[in-house]
T-cell receptor, first 115, second 115 residues
């Protein structure tokens, strides 16, 4: 069984500030981990994924995440926030090796970016 | 590639009516997933298909919900009879098994309102 916990349902940053969105997971098998972004009234778009290769994963729009097995974490970061980053972000986990979209999602974190 | 196409984008129906949501996956993808998004429960997997065959429908909430995939390019999610608590955004996603993990591509969603 898998589960995901996103710490903080709302995060607010200033434009140009560091973005840090937290995600912890629980998995009985080696996991695959994902971050998706959802803009208002849109579907989910993949930002990045971890599939047991490099632990530091780089994604689109300047985002990256680091897989830390000892901490069961997969936090999402971006060095400098942009207004266009305002959206809801979802961390998701799937059973490694067998999943092709069977995802368990966290509750989401709404990112607000202030000018 | 047009992406995953869902129709309708919005649906308003009266309680007790039958509702059919439609999905066209990305050509060549052999996995199709139906997710539901609500404020209370977040994003949850309802059912998924592999090569048009339902693999796991454990997320389907009740017998009022049914899903079919008559061919590789079309799937439906039906609710009969609909109830106000079925109001949610329903997402269809597809993915492909290609040398390991591939991410799920999501449609724009159907926002269902049952009054």
């Amino acid at each position: 069984a898998q589960s995901v916990t996103q710490l903080g349902s709302h995060v607010s940053v200033s434009e140009g500030a560091l973005v840090l969105l937290r995600c912890n997971y629980s998995s009985s098998v080696p996991p695959y981990l994902f971050w998706y972004v959802q803009y208002p009234n849109q579907g989910l778009q993949l930002l990045l994924k971890y599939t047991s290769a490099a632990t530091l994963v780089k994604g689109i729009n300047g985002f990256e995440a680091e897989f830390k097995k000892s901490e069961t974490s997969f936090h999402l970061t971006k060095p400098s926030a942009h207004m266009s980053d305002a959206a809801e972000y979802f961390c998701a986990v799937s059973p490694g090796g067998t999943s092709y979209g069977k995802l368990t999602f966290g509750q989401g974190t709404i990112l607000t970016v202030h000018p | 590639d047009a992406g995953v196409i869902q129709s309708p984008r919005h649906e308003v129906t009266e309680m007790g009516q039958e509702v059919t949501l439609r999905c066209k996956p990305i050509s060549g993808h052999d996995y199709l997933f139906w997710y539901r998004q609500t404020m209370m429960r977040g994003l949850e997997l309802l059912i998924y298909f592999n090569n048009n065959v339902p693999i796991d429908d454990s997320g389907m909430p009740e017998d009022r919900f049914s899903a079919k995939m008559p061919n590789a390019s079309f799937s439906t999610l039906k609710i009969q009879p609909s109830e106000p608590r079925d109001s949610a955004v329903y997402f269809c996603a597809s993915s492909r098994r290609q040398g390991g993990i591939t991410e799920a591509f999501f449609g724009q969603g159907t926002r269902l309102t049952v009054v």
